[in-house]
């Protein structure tokens, strides 16, 4: 994990190389006053726009990319899977995603095209496949790690670019992480049915934590992405919210940081 100046970003070493633009952001470098201080990324919170906008323009700044070559994903915690092409360029950069039906999750070939989703507890899947020359951003909290959104990616990104899950690189990246991730009985109930035979869920005490890194990298590897091409940022959003926004930690008042991937054109 590199660390940037200001923490506005961090990149990962699964995802580190000359072909991709990558990042999560941190809650840090932007213009948001509390309780979305700073870096809020998401319109769909009651923060000012303008300065979600500014906070935008500072990531894609960052990264060296154009807000009109930015994809982002229309959230609402299912499993659909987006095909991004050309026609997609610029949507939902620079205000609320219009993408309709929405998705939690999106893939592309085309490059200079960036992928954008929005977490803060759910877990982020950034999907890179070198062979096929493919990326994909999913958005998987309970509702979607259980509705299956980490294999329906790699379905999709076979269905569409032929990919073949043995290439793909994965990133699990930060989210309520099993030390803090306590869940109501019908989560619980709901994790042991979806994956009876892994083991995502902890006792602590009375409370029963559901492990979204575990869920996810089972799933994964049932899918059929080696294990040692998969990597877990293992950073509890519930636990660093100094860095990161937490939607339990904070009781919902709080922003969304974002995660982006992207092929250098
Ligand atoms: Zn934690």
Redesign the pocket.
Known sequence: MTEYPRAMLRRFAILEHSDLVHAITTRHGGVSQPPYATLNLSFSRPDDPAAVRENRQRVYAALEIEAARVVAAGQVHGSDVLVVREQHAGLGALGPSPIRPPADALITDRPNLFLLACFADCTPLLFWDPVRRVVGVAHAGWQGTLKGIAAATVAAMRTAFGSNPSDLRVLIGPS??????NVWPHVAAAARQALPHDDVLRQVGDQTHFDLWAANRAMLRRSGVPDAQIETSAI?????VADFFSHRAEQGATGRFAAIIGLRG
Do not use: L, M, W
């Open positions: 309520a992480g099993p030390c803090c991730y509890c959003t519930i636990c660093q």
